[in-house]
């Protein structure tokens, strides 16, 4: 009766919002504002070619026009708001200046001297790598010089902030963050995700946005924040193209191509993307497992050969001045296969005598296949810039993980020989509906949004399994066992929002979200249902004040929720070998993170301390029985964690041809575990520091090289593992000519083979240990080329399903 209140409640507040939405649409108000001004120069080229332009804050150019012969200018706009004002003549810059537009505007006269000398000047502007706004850092990935030729993934390592390890991204110091692309949520996690993100080329990356205390209007999911990855985008009525290909050379090697094109005129807007890569790595693993009787070795290294394609199309058109809508396709499909051959000693302590022996050889196939589909309308309601957003979002995760085993065990005294075998077959399928609404309704002193937003998603786990456990004669029967896991999940959503400036120090944004979630998972051979519900408050606070021109301190405080992802919640076992299993939890339980930071920036020098108090975190923990010797693998709740932390961040750009990005972190864990097959308290520091240098070899700026590196010594993870020191050493080397539309780069990463993880933990008393290399060290060679108009703008949006996908968790 209470869940069923609760939806009832959100279903009223939501048909208010629509009833809102009506009022405004039928009250519209049209009104243009009038830019003028005069702008005189001083030289020989006076008004000659001379243009002015109106930018917005999304870098767009929305009016432009040249000038008079005596100088003046008139520019027409519709739309309220703060633009950026600029003088060009002959393709560079004199002139630059924000400008508030509430109503008609009139700048002056504006006077430049010395364009003659303009050749000089634009040499010595450069565009920042790094910009701070009041909710969000900006790595401007267009001018790194390491990420040409390379992927998102390779440009989310290189982006101030964000770690990466094993292919599992976070913002350093905290925990896992949630990835957008063009501010639209990609709901894969680990595996697949990284898999996407390999399959977009840094090439067409504009951007990074590390938002690490999201603002209301996005999903409250991902403990420690949102990334959102932001390509390339221009002016209208043009068109582009962008082609390259990549050799990549490790153990095994690696060749992709991509492509895309983007077409924008009149009411028409069109992008399509087009990507492929094929290649292999080896994957270097040791786990040692101490047991009371004896020393449990195993070394299992993988060989990865995989296959992934990946598209994107979409379509927006334009019906008048006031209605936008579009529809967009993502398809993702990766064929992976993993063969390994694994060997475990059983040592004795005393002599490093070989007790047991197993050797196994094992295969995995992965089918993984993503489809997403978004359709959206865009209203807006007057020359205020008022609008509605409207997002409706289907997208279906399959996929087929087939793993199979066979392998003997050998004891020495008395000698020994036993068979076995085994092979877990699942077939995974996610359905996921949502519709999402957002409203923008700036006021005379106060810009304020607010939404809402209702998902459905459906996953559907069927499995076969047999693990024949240790037999006397080899195994030539293979009865398998079936099992089914169905989970349903219903969110609803509502959120308001505030931004206001107090004078022109001052600047606060105030925001609350309100999120219920409906779940019910069934174990049908396990005959177990479970039923889970709650409603919570997300609210989020910044404060900013601009001390002076080059200083500014900023308060930022939000609230997060960490889901566990489908697989997670499966109960399903399945065998790696006859000691070692693995399955989910469906009594698993959302984390809630509270997460505040105060900084302080003059000019590019930022510091930061942060505090983070993160309960009920959930993770795989490996459960050993001292026994019989046996890993479990499972998923629980078992820990609350607080951080502090302090970070530095410099940008050195005081040289025409180096500039140099570094930054410290320096936090101190304190991790409280309420399972008694853990410890109870873990506590200790962590850091890491990071430099990325790009040069400019020749005054043409043809020859560009870049070094980077960054190191992290022995830290604490707030899980209970014990993380080693590790770092990377990379360097790279880029030709650009043919008008700086070629590109040749070659790239040299992990040079000292540093990058190795290793990880300790002690669970039931039993001390474990991993290290693990996941082929980081290698040569690549890549060449892209644009052609084509280069001024093409291709139409980003945000869409409604932004959280599901990131938790199909395969």
Do not use: C
């Amino acid at each position: 009766m209470k869940n069923q209140n609760l939806k009832h409640l959100l279903f009223n507040k939501l048909r208010l919002i629509s009833f809102i939405i009506i009022i405004l649409l039928t009250n519209k108000v049209y009104s243009q504002f009038i830019i003028t001004g005069k702008v005189e120069q001083t030289d020989k080229n006076k008004n000659q070619f001379t243009e002015v332009l109106l930018i917005d804050k999304d870098s767009i150019i929305v009016k432009n026009g040249l000038i008079e012969e005596n100088g003046n200018f008139t520019l027409k706009i519709n739309d309220t708001g703060v633009y950026t004002f600029k003088v060009k003549q002959f393709n560079h810059f004199l002139y630059n200046r924000n400008i508030q537009i509430n109503s008609d505007f009139n700048l002056g006269t504006i006077v430049i001297e010395n364009t003659k000398k303009i050749e000089e000047v634009i040499i010595t502007s450069k565009k920042k790598l790094i910009e701070r706004k009041i909710d969000r850092v900006v790595f401007n990935v267009e001018n790194a010089i390491a990420t040409a030729g390379g992927d998102a993934l390779e440009a989310l390592k290189i982006t101030p902030g964000v770690k990466v390890r094993n292919d599992n991204i976070s913002i350093i110091g905290k925990g896992a963050v949630s990835v957008m692309v063009d501010d639209r949520l990609i709901e894969l996690k680990q595996e697949d995700l990284s898999n996407f993100l390999k399959s977009i080329a840094a090439d067409n990356i504009k951007s990074i946005e590390v938002i690490s205390t999201p603002p209301a209007k996005y999903d409250a999911v991902g403990n420690s924040g949102i990334i959102n990855i932001k390509t390339k985008i221009a002016k209208r009525d043009s068109w582009n193209a962008n082609a390259g290909m990549t050799y990549l050379q490790r153990s095994r090697s690696e060749g992709s191509g991509f492509a895309n094109f983007n077409f924008n005129k009149g009411r028409w807007a069109i992008s399509s993307a087009l990507s492929y890569r094929q290649g292999g790595l080896k994957i270097d693993a040791d786990d040692y497992a101490y047991f009371q009787d004896a020393l449990w070795y195993t070394k299992s290294p993988q060989f990865v050969r995989s296959k992934r394609f990946s598209s994107k199309f979409g379509v927006d058109y334009t019906i008048n001045n006031f209605w936008k809508t579009g529809i967009q396709y993502i398809a993702n499909i990766n064929r992976s296969k993993l063969p390994g051959q694994t060997s475990t000693d059983v040592l004795d302590y005393g002599s490093d005598t070989v007790l047991q022996q197993l050797q196994s050889n094992g295969n995995q196939n992965r089918k993984p296949n993503f489809n997403s589909i978004n359709y959206y309308n865009e209203f807006k309601l007057d020359s205020l810039n008022r609008k509605i957003i409207l997002n409706f979002d289907y997208f279906n995760y399959a996929n087929q993980d087939d793993r199979y085993y066979e392998g003997n065990s050998a004891t020495t005294t008395p000698y020994q020989q036993q068979f076995y075998n085994g092979f877990s077959l699942n077939s995974q399928n996610i359905n996921n509906y949502s519709g999402k609404i957002d409203v923008e309704y700036p006021l005379k002193n106060i810009n304020i949004s607010f939404g809402g937003k209702i998902g459905t998603s459906k996953a559907k786990n069927d499995m076969d399994i047999f693990n024949s456990g240790l037999s006397d004669t080899p195994v030539i029967s293979f009865p398998s066992n079936s099992t089914r896991f169905e989970y349903t999940e219903h969110i609803q959503a509502l959120y308001a929002s505030a931004n206001k400036k107090f004078g022109d120090h001052w600047e606060t944004q105030l925001g609350m979200r309100l999120e219920a979630m409906q779940t019910k998972s069934n174990s049908i051979s396990l005959n177990q249902t479970n039923n889970y519900n709650y409603a919570k408050l997300f609210p989020s606070l910044f404060i900013n004040y601009k001390s002076s021109e080059n200083s500014s301190f900023a308060l930022n405080y939000s609230r997060r929720i960490e889901r566990p992802s489908f697989h997670e919640l499966n109960p399903n076992q399945w065998y790696i070998n006859p000691f070692q299993k693995l399955g989910g939890n469906p009594f698993l339980r959302p984390a809630f993170i509270d997460n505040i930071d105060l900084s302080y920036t003059y000019k590019a020098l930022e510091s930061k301390i942060y505090f983070s108090n993160e309960k009920n975190l959930f993770g795989q923990i490996a459960l050993a029985d001292p026994v019989t010797n046996e890993i479990s693998f499972t998923n629980e709740n078992y820990v609350n964690t607080k951080r502090w932390g302090i970070s530095e961040s410099y940008t050195f750009d005081k040289l025409k041809w180096w500039t140099s990005m570094n930054s410290l972190d320096i936090s101190y864990v304190k991790a409280e575990s309420f399972i008694p097959a853990i410890q109870r308290y873990q506590k200790g520091w962590s850091g890491r520091f990071s430099t990325n240098n790009d040069f400019i070899l020749n005054k043409d700026k043809t020859f560009l090289f870049n070094v980077n590196y960054w190191y992290s010594p022995r830290s604490v993870d707030g899980k209970f593992y014990n993380i080693g020191a590790m770092g990377n050493l990379s360097a790279s080397l880029q030709y650009v000519l043919m008008n700086k539309n070629l590109r040749i780069s070659l790239k040299v990463n992990d040079i000292l083979r540093t990058e190795k993880v290793r990880q300790s933990s002690t669970v039931n008393n039993v001390y474990q240990e991993g290290i693990y290399y996941m082929d980081n060290q290698y040569v690549q060679l890549s060449m892209s080329y644009k052609f084509g108009n280069q001024k093409i703008k291709s139409v980003k949006r945000a869409t409604g399903n932004e959280e599901e996908i990131n938790r199909t968790g395969n």
